[in-house]
């Protein structure tokens, strides 16, 4: 197991933390949200940098192609549905948010079975990042970025359906014609 397999390994390892200290007494523990939001950051860096030390030293393995992506994904919703329980989101955001993952990985099961690899693209990584950050600041809960915390979360939103259509759009003749 290389180096990047075991950065997103940890990054899985890292969410029944995350989540504990995010929900431990309803979210109402300062100094818990506070060690919830770096495990958080904690478990997104790795995600940073598990891809470009893969690319960098050639260290791309099927494991990693498999998991990273999964392990972004168990992050991010288990984050997202935490926060539905503190009820900092709404449910229907979030479910708007995991559904978009469900229909592309569904697309790259189908794209896989046909022997194609369907790379993630900007529009993706651009959600991925303002997700993040807009978990981030909902945790932390800061009264001064309330706004900005507002927008980032907005703005998440609003890529993931971009990047959603996007996918569809670039990737349509996987479900149409059984490849690319």
Not at 57 to 70: I, W
Request: charge should be negative; aromatic fraction near 10%; hydrophobic fraction near 55%.
């Amino acid at each position: 197991m290389n180096l990047p397999n075991k950065l997103t390994t940890l990054r899985v390892l890292m969410i029944p933390f995350f989540v504990f200290f995010l929900l431990w007494e309803d979210g109402e523990i300062p100094q818990f949200r506070l060690i919830a939001a770096a495990l958080f950051v904690a478990a997104s860096l790795t995600d940073l940098l598990d891809g470009k030390i893969a690319r960098k030293y050639n260290l791309v393995t099927n494991f990693g192609k498999f998991m990273d992506p999964l392990a972004d994904k168990l992050l991010v919703c288990s984050a997202l549905i935490g926060l539905i329980e503190l009820g900092e989101l709404p449910a229907w955001m979030v479910i708007i948010i995991i559904s978009r993952e469900f229909i592309i990985s569904g697309f790259r099961l189908v794209a896989s079975d046909n022997g194609v690899v369907i790379a993630a693209s900007y529009w993706g990584k651009f959600k991925t990042t303002f997700q993040m950050i807009a978990v981030i600041l909902l945790i932390l809960e800061i009264p001064a970025l309330e706004t900005v915390t507002e927008i980032c979360v907005w703005i998440a939103l609003a890529l993931t359906v971009i990047s959603l259509a996007d996918y569809i759009a670039k990737n349509h003749k996987v479900l149409t014609e059984g490849s690319i």
